[in-house]
């Protein structure tokens, strides 16, 4: 394989996987925390089409992403206020929410076409020159570069800080770090904005910077691939990274292998996420916990 | 307009620390709060619909007429209502469990993809194969879920993250059957192009489900009687059988329910297999009652639709069945709406706003019951201590 194919798989891994650790991110503190967020998909599809929104109206696409973030923001506060601050059930009001955001996303973008934006690729000045990774991972759209600063800050935030340490009891017993005086709920929607931001940040990023367009359903599911990234990982930060490697990866072979004149199984590769979670959580049982309080809602008062 | 506002504060006012509410009072503060809700999501969508220049009343006029209006359109009405009542039905009974299954899609595509093998392979007279193929469709549905049950008896894995995995390896399992002549893709023709379209042969005409329809536009397909049938026995089960007993304490609490003898794995794992069966038979029920083949996106949502409605009903199977028919309103009165000029994805938006809006109600006056009880409690310790 030349040098050139190498850069071309390496691009391409790279561009499918910066969405994905984006919201893989806030995923995993999310979970961390407790909730199992399955609007991801809503929070991403809000940023996307709001980060295109936010171009078109402030006329660049760096005045977008802030918009796409806070729209993330806006769908995890209503998800975040319903399952965990009205006790409502968090599967109905995030499945709720995906199907909402992809219907009123759908709705917008056929009553009113946005005009393509993209914003221009940034070469970092020397790392750009290695051979094959550098004008894979050192040549993209900026915001690609606040992926080194986010995962490395969100892993301290949550390993290292006090609002982390919370956030984890709120995961693994609720009754007891309530017990402790930490307000498990809230933590839980702390948690839950930070992964609307992010997740936001993710879909902003599809649109702004790779497609440079918004298009119907443009997310796709690749919400479940960020949960499915998460479980495979086994809720640790360096699982999460190597699980959206993996999957970007897969996702990027389906795309890149046919012009390189290979070709694997297209729903094989779109269903490997999934299998691989599901074998990693029977394989690996042992060695990969699961928050003990997922998905399991608090009342403070109730066992 | 505050005159109204402080009216209504004053309706919806918790009552003082240790005085409980009147039963009456209590039902009558849930019926105001589900009436401001459905207002307040119908608001939204007036707005959503002025935003793109349409008319709200155009929207409803055509909402209304494709959902309603007429005798056809309400046999369509009941016809889509049919697959979310028994997706439903299933989700109600793994909810009582207190487990919660999210794989309503997978085991409904399961379902209909084994359904479809039987119809297409399997030779004999009609109804038998019918018999046969509906059979197929529960045992389809009801083996996906028991991959969720397995799991979770031999790895500890959560319900929820197994079948929600599950379902988008069954999204793909069907995409790749549809699209391999040798596993369900219809044959090419003679002649023509190699490659075909992704999807199944059409079922024999005799393997399709009867449409007693009397009236002339108003043809409602066997699946109704069915799943009426279905959740009459269900409630009956639930509220009088052993087994619904059972199945209530478990999931009020497997604990003390362990201490009384009660096999809590293993009803807990029939409730699941139970709801995948009920989910693979609705995709039986749409495989041979009204799509007649089977495709990639042949779910259609109904997964998803079932499992909202039965959450919205929370707990009594018989309300089941206006729910659904609503939730069936929404799709046939959606697709009239390409007539207005608003897009159609619309319907998709009022049905998420109307669900938050149902689900709002109760759990806001539980949570603030919840709270008032906290402080009766603690106002109660300290006049103790004081």
Known sequence: MSVVDLTIILTGIAKTTAPLLFAATGEYVAERAGTLNISIEAMMLAGAYFGMLGAEVGGSAAIGLPLGIFAGFVVAFVHANFSHRLAANTFVVGLTLDALLLGLTDYFVTAHQLAPHQIAQTRVPLLGAIPAVGPSIFDQAWPFYLLFAIVPLAWWLLERSQWGLEVRASGENPAAADATGVQVNKRRRQALYLCGALSGLGGAFLSLCEVGQFTEDMTAGIGFVVIAAVIFGGWTMRGTILGCLLFGAAQAMGLVLPALGRSLNGELLLALPYLAALGAMIFLAKSYRAPRALAQPFTRGVA | ?386
């Not at chain 2, 389809?140 to 799991?151: D, M, Q």
Request: glycine share 12%; charged share 10%; proline share 6%.
């Open chain 2, 1 to 386: 307009m505050s005159a109204v506002v402080t009216r209504l504060r004053g309706l919806l006012a918790a009552p003082p620390g240790e005085v409980e509410q009147s039963r009456a009072a209590a039902v009558g503060q849930l019926v105001l709060l589900y009436v401001l809700a459905i207002i307040v999501a119908l608001l939204v969508t007036g707005a959503l619909v002025e935003i793109v220049g349409g008319s709200l009343a155009s929207v409803f006029s055509a909402i209304y007429t494709g959902s309603i209006g007429t005798f056809g359109a309400v046999g369509q009405t009941l016809d889509s209502a049919v697959p979310v009542l028994i997706v439903a039905l299933g989700s109600l009974i793994t909810v009582r469990a207190g487990m919660f299954n999210i794989g309503q899609t997978g085991q409904l595509l399961m379902g209909a993809s084994v359904a479809t093998l039987v119809a297409l392979h399997l030779h004999g007279p009609g109804p038998l194969v019918l018999l046969a193929t509906l059979a197929a469709s529960v045992a389809g549905g009801a083996i996906w879920a028991g991959i969720g049950a397995l799991l979770r008896l031999w790895r500890n894995i959560d319900v929820v993250i197994s079948t929600l995995l599950l379902n988008y390896v069954a999204i793909q399992a069907l995409g790749y059957a549809v699209s391999t002549q040798s596993i369900l893709q219809e044959p090419t023709p003679p002649g023509g192009q190699a490659g075909g379209l992704p999807q199944s042969a059409l079922i024999p005409a005799s393997v399709r489900l009867p449409h007693p329809g009397q009236y002339p536009n108003f043809g409602v397909g066997l699946g109704l009687p069915i799943a009426v049938a279905l959740v009459a026995l269900f409630a009956v089960l639930l509220s009088r059988s052993p087994w619904g007993l059972r199945l209530r304490m478990v999931g009020a609490n497997p604990v003390a329910s362990r201490r009384f003898g009660v096999r809590v794995g293993l009803i807990a794992a029939g409730a699941l297999i139970l709801s995948g069966a009920l989910a693979g038979f609705a995709g039986g029920v749409l495989l041979t009652g009204s799509v007649y083949r089977i495709q990639p996106g042949f779910d259609n949502n109904f997964g998803n639709d079932g499992l909202l409605c039965a959450l919205v009903v929370r707990d009594q199977p018989w309300a089941l069945l206006p729910v659904s028919f609503f939730f069936g309103m929404i799709r046939t009165g959606g697709s009239f709406l390409l007539s207005t000029g608003v897009p159609f994805y619309l319907a998709q938006v009022l049905e998420g706003l109307l669900v938050l809006a149902a689900v709002f109600p109760p759990v806001y006056l539980e949570r603030r019951e919840w709270a008032r009880r906290l402080r009766a409690a603690r106002a109660l310790v300290l006049k103790a201590a004081a």
